[in-house]
């Protein structure tokens, strides 16, 4: 079987080496920055630049890019009424972060937007609780759409070493000779729930690509340096050679539940994964959305060429004296050993140390190294 088609068809690639001298610049979050690099790279193949309002409408309107292609997440730059005059008047503009200017964005189209619609649209609430709508909410009143060209990386920091580009990963990918490749996301250290999960994907792919999220969280989530310390960790404890490949994904997560999963979906596709893993509550947050929701979204979208690989919540049963999931194991809740993660912060904020069936020793010593380990 051929490697998985991009998102759209092609690989996006916005790197350049254009001269920034002289233009009017706009700052921008780290975050955003980074998603200016995800377009570059081609992470958010097919777009090329910030959604113009065709694109923005129909993400809203339907989770599809005026293209028709699905897209359900707005990729957008907002700025207050001054800084869009300015910047249509200059055509193309840098934008930039407290480390500098790193990019050239032609300005194409500034558009308003309803942000009680799009909330509605993008999140299925407009309860300001919500971390997305709260963004939402509070951005700016325009919207600037257009092309992007990326002229200057960030500097080397220890998180970043672990980056990798479609390209790295097709290729990282094609060496290790793997045909069928299962997408794992994650915004947690793992779980022994967690690693059966991507385990039991070995059963029917050559390998699996855990790609945790690193950037923006909401309070009481963990802090990047955790994650990524506890995957190296577990991998290298319990996994076999030739199994896993782990690279960040430098994003922030927007709590979209249903929606996201879909986004989650094809940025993996473009790093050139066959199926991604979908469990309980993907994506989710607080009680907004039904446990498997972000299943059953998929029915919406069958054209991806990426597929989804469902799963039930694994837990340890103290009377299977095995891992396992509603599908497999008849016996009542008393015997499960499992946790919610509020209730694992909890213990670890305490010290303590979760069950061996929770959590492997070795994760929950990398997470009592560190002085801080959630999102304040």
Not at 110 to 123: E, G, H, L, P, R
Not at 245 to 264: D, S, V
Not at 306 to 326: G, V
Request: charged letters at 25%; a neutral charge; proline letters at 5%.
């Amino acid at each position: 079987m051929d490697a998985i088609r991009p998102h759209g068809g092609r690989l996006v690639s916005r790197i350049s080496q254009k001269n920034t001298a002289g233009m009017f610049s706009i700052s921008i979050s780290e975050d955003l920055a980074n998603d200016v690099e995800n377009i570059a790279d081609g992470i958010f193949s097919p777009l090329e630049g910030f959604l113009v309002k065709s694109d923005f409408d129909g993400v809203v309107s339907k989770g599809r890019l005026a293209s028709d292609l699905a897209w359900t997440v707005p990729i957008v730059l907002d700025v207050d009424k001054e800084t869009a005059q300015k910047a249509k008047d200059s055509g193309d503009v840098t934008l930039k972060t407290t480390h500098g200017e790193f990019a050239v964005l032609h300005v194409e189209e500034i558009y308003t937007f309803d942000k009680t619609k799009t909330s509605q649209a993008v999140y299925g609430t407009t309860d300001v609780n919500h971390p997305g709508v709260a963004k939402t909410i509070s951005m700016n009143d325009y919207l600037i759409g257009g092309k992007i060209d990326y002229v200057t990386r960030p500097g080397a920091d220890p998180i970043r070493k672990y980056r990798l580009t479609p390209t790295d990963t097709r290729k990282a990918f094609s060496h290790a000779g793997w045909k069928t490749i299962a997408a794992f996301q994650t915004r947690n250290p793992p779980h022994v729930a967690h690693e059966m999960l991507q385990k039991e994907s070995f059963l029917s792919c050559d390998g699996v690509f855990v790609n945790p999220l690193i950037g923006k969280k909401k309070s009481g989530d963990f802090v990047d340096e955790v994650i990524l310390e506890s995957y190296i960790t577990m991998i290298e404890n319990y996994y076999p050679k030739n199994r896993c490949t782990l690279a960040t994904l430098h994003t922030e997560m927007r709590y979209a539940g249903p929606k996201e999963a879909i986004h989650h979906a094809i940025m993996r596709q473009n790093y050139g994964c066959t199926n991604i893993i979908i469990g309980r509550d993907h994506a989710g947050v607080g009680k907004y959305y039904s446990p498997f929701a972000a299943q059953e979204i998929f029915s919406d979208f069958p054209d991806l060429d990426i597929k989804p690989l469902f799963f039930p919540a694994f837990y340890y049963c103290k009377k299977c004296l095995a891992f396992t999931n509603e599908r497999a194991c008849p016996h009542s809740p008393d015997f499960h050993e499992q946790i919610s993660g509020t209730k694992l912060r909890q213990i670890i904020d305490e010290g303590k140390s979760p069950s061996e069936y929770i959590m492997r020793p070795e994760v929950v010593k990398v997470i009592q190294s560190f002085k801080r380990s959630f999102v304040e």
